[in-house]
């Protein structure tokens, strides 16, 4: 062989060898050099049982593997860190900051292929630490359930390693549609048209058109592994208790519209929403009152599990009441209720994940109170029984009141509109009888007073209750209130508060199929007052006796709590999201309750809402004059409430409103007739917004209202004159108008109310410094986005602002940042009175102009030279000039709550 064929031959084996190698590389995955060939997917806690689904059944080549791990997980698994570091591709949900964080504290962001899903607050930022925002990828994620992971996770392996993966497109899934687990229609279980749905569901066995109809309404992820089987859980304890169902997902405002109502008309009897997360939307709202129906809000728990929220006293963390409580009550949603939430889950490859489950006992709860809501829409009112509760919470004849309502012409007025919508109430009776039978017949008495009670029996209208009947009542009740009750008040028979001869007096006006009755004393001091918000002491045994009568002997369809306000609601248990165990709730029982409340008093009202279960219909204050009394304790009593909200919520505004309640109390001289050591507590605005409320029900110069019943002639007179000097621009005939319909409007919400309808929402406070809330007889929430930013969030906005500035001009050199990027979420907003919203008008330069009534009406310019003020209190004179001292381009976007990796992107 000659050289030169030599030479050709090894030419050509070189071919051979350069082709097979790279023959090999197009057809087999390749290991990156700087990290294994493994693959993860790194989710939030409540995703953790879907993704565990889809990678654990991923078929890969061999030598690829894939897990999936938490957020919980990566907290001292060190098989998860080990797994992650060996990883060369990574797919991380960025919602869940914590993740991403990880990655890079770690150092587990370079050589590795790192494909972002889901929102985040810091695209920027990421992208820069090598984060790559495949869309493709996003989508798989976006319309997550099992195929579309496995099909996502092996896209990410092949543009990575080059690896050539079969996967199949994204498998879009609807937006809106019905859902039922027992369905099989094209190998799912999702409708999209409701006809459809309705056709299979009564042709069901078993299924019976007389049974009342309720739209459950859920975001489309709970329809996935690991929380599926509670909603299908759900589903089915829903039908077996006595409901056909109407089982949707989407959109709220599109729900409403096009499978809850047909042509205008409701399809459903009632609703129960997971979902109603989509604020006052005016489309919404318009929807919602054609569909004349009760809402009830139905809550997921998760930023905590079932066990921990067992536990807790104050329940639900307060960031995640804005997204479950406060943002429903805009769409007029009521009683919030935990129905389900996370658990543990151990998986097999000893990896952690979460998957839901329905609470213990808390659908079971709630199924007779929706039922008894619907049994309103269709009995007819000559057959309903109605228990009406008024205040004698200090005893005594002289302490039948409520805040600014004259209580006795107010029961006077809804007796007599009751007999015209046809309640069975006997014989009509002036004002002065109604308030000699209730104080001959109708009066808590203290056990220092056997004769007034002995003459309290002998009016013949009191329930004398025998203990041992009382005591088969008592041991229904839940184990734990039981327990404590005893702890504190001793055994049934040793009880001594309205006690006669083995039997507990309920003392109580009939008046036919409804009954007029006290709600029950706290307990027995010198100063009963002070028991009113106690958080510990549990109700003595008249109290629960009377609460359980009403079900069990009365057999109350519904009950109305009249006037500001109530004790049962202030009783001890979870701050807002009861259990079954909390004692408003265990008073409640199934019965519908409906509470009509002062319009200024929006930050109990919540409470009467959250944690009395109760339907708000607001009422007028007394009628106001241009010289308006005591302004100085009105605005102090708002900024209580404004304190009380914010940090129930805790909100950033609350030492803002500390302050506030400091300055002015201190002012007025209130920390020295209330004997305090200053203001510098909860306990201490406590005190403080006790005594104002004492103050309130006290007999004022103008005059109390009257429930039902709008102002006469010259009350309404004087009152819009007052509203006018606050609020000039507004139009007076507008003003009148609204006033006079508000008599109107309480008394057709309180009996709407009674008839199982809808009572439209809307934000509270007095007519003066909320004309919006007029005319009233509304079912009020607590804050309105027109008053955001409030001022104290402006004053903290200021000072974020200049944060900002000062710190980046720290890190560069002292010149100042010339854009600045801020996201905003709904959730924060309303946390936080918008708090972000007013950092971004002190960087641009503008701060807000608020209206009398507290409305923001626009913005204006901070002047060049007060800049530095406003934006922390000094001037930034150190820093290096830029042609503009304050960000030339602000990018401002809005997305969705994350609520705890839950619900954000639904």
């Given at each position: 062989?000659?050289?030169?064929?030599?030479?050709?031959?090894g030419?050509?084996?070189?071919?051979?060898?350069?082709a097979v190698?790279?023959?090999?590389?197009?057809?087999?995955?390749?290991?990156?050099?700087?990290?294994?060939c493994?693959?993860?997917l790194?989710?939030?806690?409540m995703?953790?049982?879907?993704a565990?689904?889809?990678?654990?059944g991923l078929?890969?080549?061999?030598?690829?593997?894939?897990?999936?791990f938490c957020?919980?997980d990566?907290?001292?698994?060190?098989?998860?860190?080990t797994?992650?570091?060996?990883?060369s591709v990574?797919?991380v949900?960025?919602?869940?900051?914590g993740?991403?964080?990880?990655?890079?504290?770690?150092?587990?962001?370079?050589g590795?292929?790192l494909?972002?899903?889901?929102?985040?607050?810091?695209?920027?930022?990421?992208?820069?630490?090598?984060?790559?925002?495949?869309?493709?990828i996003?989508d798989?994620?976006?319309?997550?359930d099992?195929?579309?992971?496995?099909?996502?996770m092996?896209?990410?392996?092949?543009?990575?390693?080059?690896?050539?993966?079969?996967?199949?497109?994204?498998?879009?899934?609807?937006?809106?549609?019905l859902?039922?687990?027992?369905?099989?229609?094209?190998?799912?279980?999702?409708?999209?048209?409701?006809e459809?749905?309705?056709?299979?569901?009564?042709?069901r066995t078993?299924?019976?058109?007389?049974?009342?109809?309720?739209?459950l309404?859920?975001?489309?992820?709970?329809?996935?592994?690991?929380?599926?089987?509670?909603?299908d859980?759900?589903?089915?304890?829903?039908?077996?208790?006595?409901?056909?169902?109407?089982?949707?997902?989407?959109?709220?405002?599109?729900?409403?519209?096009?499978?809850?109502?047909?042509?205008?008309?409701?399809r459903?009897?009632?609703?129960?929403?997971?979902?109603?997360?989509?604020?006052?939307?005016?489309?919404?709202?318009?929807?919602?009152?054609?569909?004349?129906?009760?809402?009830?809000?139905?809550?997921s728990?998760?930023?905590?599990?079932?066990?921990?929220?067992?536990?807790?006293?104050d329940?639900i963390?307060?960031?995640h009441?804005?997204?479950?409580?406060?943002i429903?009550?805009?769409?007029?949603?009521?009683?919030?209720?935990?129905?389900?939430?996370k658990?543990?889950?151990?998986?097999?490859?000893?990896?952690?994940?979460?998957?839901?489950?329905?609470?213990?006992g808390?659908?079971?709860?709630?199924?007779p109170?929706m039922?008894?809501?619907?049994?309103?829409?269709?009995?007819?009112?000559s057959?309903?029984?109605?228990?009406?509760?008024?205040?004698?919470?200090?005893?005594?004849?002289?302490?039948?009141?409520?805040?600014?309502?004259?209580?006795f012409?107010?029961i006077?007025?809804?007796?007599?509109d009751?007999?015209?919508?046809g309640?069975?109430?006997?014989e009509?009776?002036?004002?002065?009888?109604?308030?000699g039978?209730v104080?001959?017949?109708?009066?808590?008495?203290?056990?220092?007073?056997?004769?007034?009670l002995?003459?309290?029996?002998?009016?013949?209208?009191?329930?004398?209750?025998?203990?041992e009947?009382?005591?088969?009542w008592?041991?229904?009740?839940?184990g734990?209130?039981?327990?404590?009750?005893i702890?504190?008040?001793?055994?049934?028979?040793?009880?001594?508060?309205?006690?006669?001869?083995?039997?507990?007096i309920?003392?109580?006006?009939?008046?036919?199929?409804?009954?007029?009755?006290?709600?029950?004393?706290?307990?027995?001091?010198?100063?009963?007052?002070?028991?009113?918000?106690?958080?510990?002491?549990?109700?003595?045994?008249?109290?629960?006796?009377?609460?359980?009568?009403?079900?069990?002997?009365?057999?109350?369809?519904?009950?109305v709590?009249?006037?500001?306000?109530?004790?049962?609601?202030?009783?001890?248990?979870?701050?807002?999201?009861?259990s079954?165990f909390?004692?408003?709730?265990?008073?409640?029982?199934?019965?519908?309750?409906?509470?009509?409340y002062?319009?200024?008093?929006v930050?109990?009202?919540?409470?009467?809402?959250?944690?009395?279960?109760?339907?708000?219909?607001?009422?007028?204050?007394?009628?106001?004059?241009?010289?308006?009394?005591?302004h100085e304790?009105?605005?102090?009593?708002e900024?209580?409430?404004?304190?009380?909200?914010?940090?129930?919520?805790?909100?950033?505004?609350?030492?803002?409103?500390?302050?506030?309640?400091?300055e002015?109390?201190?002012?007025?001289?209130?920390?020295?007739?209330?004997?305090?050591?200053?203001?510098?507590?909860?306990e201490?605005v406590?005190?403080?917004?006790?005594y104002?409320?004492y103050?309130?029900?006290?007999d004022?110069?103008?005059g109390?209202?009257?429930?039902?019943?709008?102002?006469?002639?010259d009350?309404?007179?004087?009152?819009?004159?007052?509203?006018?000097?606050?609020?000039?621009?507004?139009?007076?005939?507008?003003?009148?108008?609204?006033?006079?319909e508000?008599?109107?409007?309480?008394?057709d919400?309180?009996l709407?109310?009674?008839?199982g309808?809808?009572?439209?929402?809307?934000?509270?406070?007095?007519?003066?410094?909320n004309?919006?809330?007029?005319?009233?007889?509304?079912?009020?929430?607590?804050?309105?986005?027109?008053?955001?930013?409030?001022?104290?969030?402006?004053?903290?906005?200021?000072?974020?602002?200049?944060?900002?500035?000062?710190?980046?001009?720290?890190?560069?050199?002292?010149?100042?940042?010339?854009?600045?990027?801020?996201?905003?979420?709904?959730?924060?907003?309303?946390?936080n009175?918008?708090?972000?919203?007013?950092?971004?008008?002190?960087?641009?330069?503008?701060?807000?102009v608020?209206?009398?009534?507290?409305?923001?009406?626009?913005?204006?310019?901070?002047?060049?030279?007060d800049?530095?003020?406003?934006?922390?209190?000094?001037r930034?004179?150190?820093l290096?000039?830029?042609?503009?001292?304050v960000?030339?381009q602000?990018?401002?976007?809005?997305?969705?709550?994350?609520?705890?990796?839950g619900?954000?992107?639904?």
């Open positions: 062989m000659t050289i030169k064929e030599n030479k050709r031959m030419t050509a084996a070189w071919r051979l060898t350069l190698f790279l023959l090999t590389r197009l057809l087999l995955p390749t290991r990156p050099s700087e990290a294994g493994d693959a993860v790194l989710v939030g806690d995703d953790s049982y879907l565990d689904a889809a990678t654990s078929e890969l080549p061999d030598g690829f593997r894939a897990r999936a957020l919980s990566l907290k001292g698994n060190n098989e998860a860190g797994f992650i570091r060996d990883s990574i797919v949900d960025v919602m869940t900051g993740l991403p964080n990880y990655l890079i504290d770690n150092g587990l962001t370079d590795r292929s494909f972002a899903v889901s929102s985040s607050a810091n695209v920027s930022a990421l992208k820069e630490k090598g984060f790559i925002f495949d869309e493709t996003r798989y994620y976006r319309h997550n099992v195929s579309n992971l496995r099909n996502m092996k896209r990410a392996i092949s543009l990575s390693t080059g690896a050539r993966l079969d996967y199949d497109p994204v498998k879009v899934k609807p937006r809106n549609g859902y039922h687990p027992e369905a099989k229609k094209n190998g799912g279980n999702v409708f999209e048209d409701v459809e749905f309705l056709k299979w569901s009564e042709a078993g299924y019976n058109a007389q049974l009342p109809r309720l739209g309404m859920f975001f489309a992820s709970l329809i996935v592994e690991g929380k599926k089987e509670a909603l859980a759900l589903i089915r304890k829903l039908e077996k208790g006595g409901f056909n169902l109407l089982p949707v997902f989407g959109n709220a405002t599109h729900v409403v519209k096009s499978y809850f109502l047909d042509g205008g008309r409701p459903v009897d009632a609703i129960l929403s997971f979902s109603f997360h989509g604020a006052d939307a005016d489309e919404l709202k318009e929807s919602l009152e054609k569909m004349d129906v009760p809402i009830f809000n139905a809550i728990l998760y930023s905590q599990t079932i066990a921990e929220w067992e536990a807790s006293q329940g963390p307060p960031f009441r804005v997204w479950t409580m406060a429903p009550e805009m769409s007029g949603a009521m009683e919030p209720t935990p129905l389900q939430g658990v543990e889950a151990r998986l097999k490859s000893g990896a952690l994940a979460y998957r839901f489950e329905l609470i213990p808390m659908t079971e709860r709630m199924i109170r039922l008894n809501w619907v049994k309103l829409r269709r009995a007819r009112n057959e309903k029984k109605v228990a009406l509760f008024y205040y004698n919470n200090s005893r005594g004849k002289q302490n039948i009141r409520a805040s600014y309502l004259n209580v012409r107010s006077k007025a809804i007796l007599d009751m007999r015209k919508s309640y069975l109430i006997s009509d009776v002036d004002e002065d009888t109604i308030k039978l104080l001959r017949g109708g009066r808590n008495v203290g056990s220092w007073a056997p004769g007034e002995d003459a309290l029996i002998e009016s013949g209208q009191a329930y004398q209750l025998p203990i009947e009382y005591k088969r008592f041991v229904e009740l839940p734990d209130f039981r327990k404590r009750v702890d504190q008040w001793g055994e049934p028979e040793k009880s001594d508060l309205m006690v006669k001869n083995g039997k507990i309920i003392p109580m006006i009939k008046a036919g199929n409804v009954v007029l009755l006290p709600e029950p004393a706290r307990g027995a001091v010198d100063d009963p007052i002070k028991l009113y918000h106690d958080p510990v002491l549990y109700p003595h045994h008249q109290y629960i006796a009377a609460y359980l009568w009403l079900d069990r002997v009365f057999g109350a369809d519904a009950m709590h009249l006037g500001t306000h109530a004790t049962y609601e202030w009783l001890p248990g979870k701050s807002a999201d009861l079954a909390c004692p408003p709730d265990v008073m409640v029982t199934d019965i519908p309750n409906i509470y009509p002062t319009m200024d008093d930050s109990e009202a919540l409470q009467a809402k959250r944690r009395g279960r109760a339907v708000i219909v607001d009422h007028l204050t007394p009628p106001l004059t241009e010289a308006e009394g005591y304790y009105i605005e102090l009593k900024v209580c409430a404004q304190y009380e909200a914010a940090a129930s919520q805790g909100g950033a505004t609350a030492e803002t409103y500390l302050e506030r309640v400091r002015t109390a201190l002012k007025l001289g209130l920390d020295k007739d209330l004997g305090l050591d200053g203001v510098k507590t909860a201490d406590g005190a403080i917004s006790e104002l409320e103050l309130e029900t006290s004022v110069p103008y109390l209202h009257t429930f039902g019943r709008s102002p006469g002639k009350a309404l007179s004087s009152t819009v004159k007052a509203i006018l000097k606050q609020n000039p621009s507004l139009p007076t005939e507008d003003l009148s108008s609204k006033l006079r508000s008599g109107k409007s309480e008394s919400s309180l709407g109310a009674l008839e309808r809808y009572v439209s929402p809307t934000e509270g406070n007095d007519p003066v410094r004309p919006g809330a007029i005319p009233t007889g509304k079912n009020v929430y607590g804050l309105s986005p027109r008053r955001l930013p409030t001022p104290a969030a402006w004053e903290l906005g200021q000072k974020t602002a200049a944060e900002i500035i000062k710190k980046y001009a720290e890190e560069h050199d002292g010149v100042y940042p010339e854009k600045v990027a801020m996201v905003l979420w709904s959730v924060e907003t309303l946390r009175e918008g708090v972000n919203e007013a950092t971004i008008l002190s960087l641009v330069g503008v701060k807000p608020w209206n009398p009534n507290g409305e923001v009406a626009g913005t204006r310019p901070i002047r060049g030279r800049l530095g003020e406003a934006q922390g209190g000094r930034h004179q150190r290096r000039p830029v042609p503009r001292p960000p030339r602000n990018s401002v976007s809005r997305r969705g709550d994350p609520a705890g990796g619900p954000g992107r639904h």
